[in-house]
């Protein structure tokens, strides 16, 4: 067993591992940098590869860049004592210097909670616009750059969900309305294009990955993803409420598969393509509802329509990733009930939760 | 979709913005009599509490005769059908000394409010109740002192905080039904959640504001028994369940029952029918908030000025609700002068 | 660096921290001698650079190689962060101001309890509401002894109330009303804020209302104008304007505050109380430590 590694989650990297084991060697022996490395993405990178060195003996070194070492610490104890792993404190805002061993960029740190989004879209559109900035500039005085990945959104796609089909890369734009800004999804459209400009003027290497919707460990349990509320209310006991008929349509990516998506894409993506990642199996809220309900041995009931008010609108939230399966050889390496069953396991032991 | 059939939640605020009409005395036994036949007219919610929501009951804008615990479990007791619901404003309560309890309570539905250009206040308060698996609705306070651009922006933030609903409240009464029109559609077109209204009678468009916002994609409305509310009153809920029983409108109210319960308010509850007095539709004109009407009188009689001056300087002083301590400053000004 | 002006620090780059030093520039008793962010890139620190005043982004770091030459520090961070930051400021000998939330400290009001705080190696600022009320709660415990009610209500401009207030506004009201309660004895208290979003700003108002046995309303005048000059020596827009006076059974007392307007916007007086009574506070410290 991998040093303090929570057994089952070195069985998630294992699994979502071998899936891309040929394409992942290509990151033997390199250097990677993540921004905004203490959330949920950053978390499963780190375990991601904490498990390639100790399994794989790869020797990847990585760099976290954020704010919030206490956080990071707390989260991954096991991972801050690793030599191959180092904290960088940060701002991303502010002046920064890249370690130059650094062979690989991931720049997640323009994607906080839509809550702080909606409450302060000033300071996070600054972040945004100036955070991006800020590392491809300082990405331009590497000499052993490879390949740059920066995390989008897909909030680019739309403020408001109306979509009845599968979201591709192409279809940019079509949903928007211009009386009211929607910042969230302007502050991504701008970095994407930012990026593009830095292709263009900087000569940097720049690939770009517009993430949907994910379960698993290092979540936390109050962000708004629906399956965290249903994970919740079973959690305390309560039945799981629905506000809706349940035939709401979206899909879940677990952590560990995310991570592998997004190194693949990161080392093997021809410079300036966009990525969907997600699962595009999509499953209606009930059915993912019951899935969670029947991890509890006492099953919880599942009841529907509990929105006093009728916000039905059956909006489907599900990414077209043929681009991704067909030139990278992606695919879902986890399926959604082991992404329910880990990810409620996990949370059960979060909340110390008794049978 | 088939305007006719559409169903609307209507919520019962006679015993919350009914005790702004009686300085916040209204008594547990009131309560559990109106909560009764509330409850057998099929009321979806009934609202109860001090005029100022949860945790307001202060020496700034007036004392509740009963504690909110008190207020609360006794109408939990007697509304079965009907849930329970509570108006909030972050500032007044907080989440420890009132939310806490009131979930223990048994409310059902929590009305988290703010001004109408503050709504990031109410983001702990939203994000608490969500977590405890509650019903939450956001509700923008005063709504005519911003435009539709503005109320949109903070409508959608408290959706993004998880309300399930935002209420545009017109707590001055100064309204016009085009007025209603515009705010409630341009929110609604640009807002994922439902849309609710909650109308006062200032300027007699209670009724009229409430149908226009129907009519403009708002699916809860809010009314009180014979209008007992604020200021010159809200909506009279027996007069619009009418209305909206004649438009085609599904309400699941029996309006036999519903008619019933305005008069037991009548009898057990209200001292003095809501009427649109002189100072109301000053009130109404000037964007003052209608509870202010009983501390403006009193106040206006103390210093020997006429109410209505009073009102307008306090609407030209663009006051919010809440600042009942303003009232004796801009007295003293205009009675100095 | 001159060696006769008390040593100061400044940790929190944010516009609290940059009117701190604006207000310890002008100040004949401190120095400051670092003035220590997060962030190269912000307003505060370009301020400082300008001003000629020593910057870091090391945050807390900065702390650990230079505390020889820094007498206290104003932690103006969060109150996260200060629970981080407090026992590294004990265990370095550094004096510490708290203006966060954390409350780890005893609560300090100057025109009230200076002489206590002095002997204290941290003390924290309570909240602006608290400022500018409990000095007026304490000349109401002066007279009457037995006090059922504390109400405090403040108003503040919508623009100077930015997001760490917004978010705390549970903590606001709990905080002060613990300072209500400790400094005036009141068997309950009470705090409200409003934020107002009127143009031109409202500057800060605050008002007390209280309930009390037998109210001396002629006494308290007294009390009340000997406690607001103290205040106004460090707080020169701190300005009576109602009251003491009965009503409805009620005494009401009325405060403005109008900032110094120093980095802050004038309107932002509750900003501005908080920071002019740690300064004050300060200077106590400096004035002992002289002698």
């Known amino acids: 067993m991998i040093e303090n590694q929570n057994k089952f989650i070195t069985n998630d990297c294992a699994r979502s591992f071998s899936g891309a084991h040929k394409q992942l060697q290509s990151l033997k022996g390199k250097t990677l940098l993540v921004t905004g490395g203490s959330g949920f993405m950053g978390s499963w990178i780190c375990e991601l590869v904490h498990y390639m060195n100790h399994e794989k003996k790869m020797d990847i070194k990585l760099f976290l860049m954020a704010r919030n070492q206490a956080r990071f610490e707390q989260n991954l104890p096991h991972i801050a004592n690793s030599k191959n792993i180092k904290f960088i404190y940060s701002d991303v805002t502010g002046s920064i210097v890249i370690p130059k061993s650094v062979n690989y960029i991931v720049h997640a740190a323009a994607n906080p909670d839509s809550r702080f989004h909606a409450s302060q879209p000033f300071q996070s559109m600054k972040t945004v616009a100036l955070g991006t900035g800020s590392i491809l500039e300082a990405a331009t005085r590497l000499s052993n750059l490879e390949n740059i990945l920066h995390v989008s959104s897909s909030a680019v796609y739309s403020d408001k969900f109306e979509s009845k089909e599968k979201f591709s890369e192409d279809l940019l734009n079509i949903y928007r309305d211009n009386k009211l800004s929607n910042y969230f999804s302007q502050a991504n459209i701008y970095s994407e294009t930012l990026c593009a400009a830095a292709r263009s003027e900087l000569r940097l290497p720049i690939v770009t990955m517009r993430p949907f919707t994910f379960c698993g460990p290092y979540q936390s349990i109050d962000s708004p993803w629906a399956i965290n509320n249903f994970i919740n209310d079973a959690i305390n006991k309560r039945p799981i409420r629905i506000h809706h008929d349940g035939e709401v349509v979206r899909s879940y990516m677990y952590g560990s598969d995310l991570a592998v998506w997004l190194l693949v894409i990161l080392l093997h993506a021809k410079n300036g393509q966009i990525y969907n990642v997600g699962s595009s199996d999509g499953y209606m809220l009930k059915d993912v509802a019951k899935k969670v309900a029947n991890c509890f041995s006492e099953i919880p009931r599942i009841m529907l329509n509990t929105a006093l008010v009728d916000n039905n609108n059956h909006s489907v939230l599900i990414p077209d990733v043929s681009k991704a399966e067909k030139e990278l050889s992606l695919r879902i390496f986890t399926d959604i009930d082991t992404s329910v069953e880990k990810s409620v396991e996990w949370y059960k032991k979060q909340f110390k939760y008794a049978e | 979709m088939n305007n006719l059939k559409k169903k609307l939640l209507i919520t019962d605020v006679t015993l919350r913005d009914g005790n702004h009409a009686i300085s916040h005395q209204i008594s547990q036994k009131q309560i559990a009599i109106y909560c009764e036949a509330a409850n057998s007219a099929g009321v979806a919610i009934v609202e109860v509490g001090h005029g100022n929501g949860l945790g307001a009951s202060s020496l700034q804008v007036g004392e509740s005769a009963v504690t909110d615990k008190v207020m609360l479990t006794t109408a939990r007791k007697y509304l079965e059908k009907s849930k329970l619901g509570i108006h909030v404003i972050p500032g007044f309560s907080t989440i420890e000394r009132d939310l806490k309890p009131a979930i223990d309570y048994g409310v059902d539905v929590f009305r988290i409010a703010s001004h109408c250009t503050e709504a990031d206040i109410t983001e702990r308060h939203i994000r608490f109740c969500k977590t405890q698996g509650k019903t939450v609705f956001g509700v923008l306070m005063m709504s005519h002192m911003a435009n539709k651009v503005i109320l949109a922006d903070e409508a959608r933030k408290m959706q993004d905080y998880g309300a399930e609903a935002i209420i545009l409240m017109d707590s001055s009464g100064n309204y016009l039904p085009k007025d209603v029109e515009e705010k409630v559609s341009f929110l609604k077109k640009h807002l994922r959640v439902s849309i609710g209204f909650h109308a006062h009678n200032n300027l007699g468009m209670g009724i009229a504001n409430s149908i226009a916002a129907i009519q403009a994609g708002a699916s809860l409305l809010d009314g009180s028994a014979k209008g007992f509310g604020a200021g010159a009153g809200n909506a009279q809920l027996e007069v619009l369940v009418s209305v909206l029983e004649r438009l085609g409108y599904h309400t699941n109210i029996d309006l036999y029952k519903m008619l019933d319960a305005s008069d037991i308010a009548e009898s057990a509850l209200i001292k003095s029918l809501p009427v649109i007095s002189t100072t109301s539709i000053v009130s109404g004109l000037s964007g003052v908030f209608s509870g202010y009407l009983k501390p403006v009188k009193r106040i206006a009689e103390e210093y020997n000025i006429d109410p209505r001056d009073l009102f307008f300087a306090l609407g030209e002083q663009k006051v919010v609700a809440g600042q009942e301590d303003i009232i004796i400053k801009v007295a003293k000004k205009l009675s100095n002068s | ?291």
């Open chain 3, 1 to 291: 660096m001159s060696q006769n002006k008390y040593q100061v620090a400044i940790l929190g780059s944010g516009n609290i921290g940059t009117d701190l030093l604006i207000k310890v520039q002008r100040s004949n008793e401190l120095e400051c001698v670092a003035f220590v962010g997060r962030n190269l890139n912000s307003q505060g620190m370009s301020t400082a650079l300008k001003l000629g005043v020593t910057i870091s982004d090391q945050s807390i770091n900065y702390f650990l190689d230079h505390s020889d030459c820094i007498d206290l520090v104003f932690d103006a961070t969060s109150a996260k962060d200060h629970k981080i930051h407090a026992p590294i400021f004990k265990r370095l000998g550094i004096k510490c101001i708290d203006l966060t939330p954390a409350k780890i400290g005893p609560m300090c009001v100057p025109s009230v309890n200076s002489l206590d705080c002095l002997k204290e190696i941290n003390i924290n600022m309570i909240s602006c509401g608290g400022q500018a009320s409990i000095p007026i709660a304490a000349a109401i415990a002066s007279i009457h002894k037995d006090i059922e009610y504390i109400e405090v209500v403040s108003s503040i401009a919508s623009k100077s109330a930015g997001p760490a207030t917004r978010l705390n506004l549970d903590e606001y009201i709990q905080t002060t009303e613990d300072g209500l309660k400790h400094f005036s004895k009141a068997k309950k208290t009470k705090a409200i804020l409003i934020l107002n979003p009127a143009i031109p700003c409202i500057n800060m108002t605050t008002t007390i209302l209280c309930k009390v046995k037998n109210p001396n309303i002629s006494a308290l005048k007294k009390e009340v104008a000997k406690i607001s000059s103290k205040v106004q020596s460090y707080v020169p827009g701190y300005e009576l304007i109602l009251g003491p006076l009965l009503e409805n059974e009620r005494i009401i007392i009325m405060f403005k505050v109008r900032g110094l307007g120093d980095y802050l916007p004038k309107y932002a007086g509750n900003l501005d109380i908080i920071n002019c009574a740690a300064i004050a506070m300060s200077e106590e410290y400096a004035k002992v430590n002289e002698r």
